[in-house]
Structures are given as C-alpha cells and as structure tokens.
C-alpha cells in the first residue's frame, strides 16, 4: 500500500472516530436527562400507592412494597450501570481516536506501522483500572518529535490496551443492564399483580 494511500486510510478513520466520538456525548446527554425525568415520574407516580416503610419483627410482610422498594433498587443499579458504560465508551472512543491518529502520525514522520497485535486481558485488574482512568490520568502521546520510536512503541500498546479494557467493561456492563432491565419489569409485574 503506498504511503499516501496510507495517510488517507488513517484521515478516513480518524473523521468516522470522530464523529463517533460527538454522536456518543450528544446521546449521553439526552440518555441522562430521560433516564433522570422518567424515573422521578416513575417515583412521583408509584410513592403513593405503596404505605410508609415500617420495621417491626412481629408484623406482617408487605410484599406489594417488599417488591416496590426492589423495582426501585434495580432501577437505581440500572442508572449506575448506564453510567458506567456510558463514561467507559466515551473514553474508549477518545482513546480509540487518539490511537489513530498516532499511527498516522508514526507512518508519516518514521515511515513504519505500528503493532497491531492481540491483546490479552486475562490477569488485569479491571475494576481498578476503570478507577485509574476516571479519576487519574490518561497518558496520552505527546509529540513525536522528541520521542524515540520504541518509547512511542511501548505508550502505544498500553494505551490499546486500555481502550481495549474500557470497551470491555462498556460491553459488561450493558449486558448487565439488560439483565436489570429484564429482572426490573419482572419485579415491577409482581407488585401489580
């Protein structure tokens, strides 16, 4: 593949990153303000039909609100689980963007592709590498022009592997929400009925 080719193979890829990248926050926003505004509706509308929450040993069970309170515990994980991969897929799209155009980047000033191998996850931390990332630092590559080859090499792999991760924990945790979705309507039906 010739080198121009190359150049316009990678501007292709950063614009689709892009674009991804502004669609995903953009669709954040609204996911937040819905999910915010359909669950103090859900709230207002149901807090009503349900008594006060009492404690006593000897009394009867109220599984209409037993039921009710786990409906709004699953909704809470829900959100939070939203949240997560909502954050997590962001990052992985900054990330995926950024390591696109450093292979461009790479190609043009050193002439040389840089690694694309497999990646292996399987002894890595993943719970507190999200941590890491949302509250630390992301060590992005800086300029090339004072940076050597292989350090560009080595900082290049750690940060695919890291969007590799955060994509992982973006997938896991919307699997999970579905699972929530799924027990919320479940649950929700019991009160009803």
Same mark, same amino acid.
């Given at each position: 593949m010739q080198k121009e080719d190359r150049i316009k193979q990678y501007d292709e890829r950063y614009r689709i990153w892009n674009s991804h990248v502004i669609n995903q926050f953009g669709f954040t926003i609204n996911l937040f303000t819905t999910i915010g505004i359909g669950f103090l509706s859900f709230l207002i509308s149901l807090n009503k039909n349900y008594p006060k929450v009492e404690i006593k040993l000897k009394s009867d069970i109220d599984w209409n609100l037993c039921f009710y309170l786990m409906v709004l515990t699953f909704i809470t994980l829900l959100i939070i689980l939203g949240a997560i991969s909502i954050i997590t897929?962001? $990052?992985?799209?900054?990330?995926?963007?950024?390591?696109? @155009?450093?292979?461009?980047?790479?190609? @043009?000033?050193?002439?040389?592709?840089?690694?694309?191998? $497999? @990646?292996?996850?399987?002894?890595?931390?993943?719970?507190?590498?999200?941590?890491?990332?949302?509250?630390g630092r992301i060590n992005f590559i800086g300029d090339l022009e004072k940076t050597d080859l292989e350090s560009i090499k080595f900082k290049f792999e750690k940060l695919r592997k890291q969007s590799k991760i955060l994509g992982r924990i973006s997938w896991s945790t919307h699997k999970t929400q579905i699972v929530m979705i799924v027990l919320t309507m479940i649950t929700y039906l019991l009160t009803v009925f």
């Open positions: 897929r962001l $990052y992985d799209l900054r990330l995926t963007r950024h390591l696109i @155009i450093t292979r461009k980047k790479v190609f @043009i000033k050193f002439d040389k592709l840089l690694p694309n191998k $497999y @990646i292996n996850l399987k002894n890595e931390s993943i719970f507190n590498f999200f941590l890491d990332v949302v509250v």
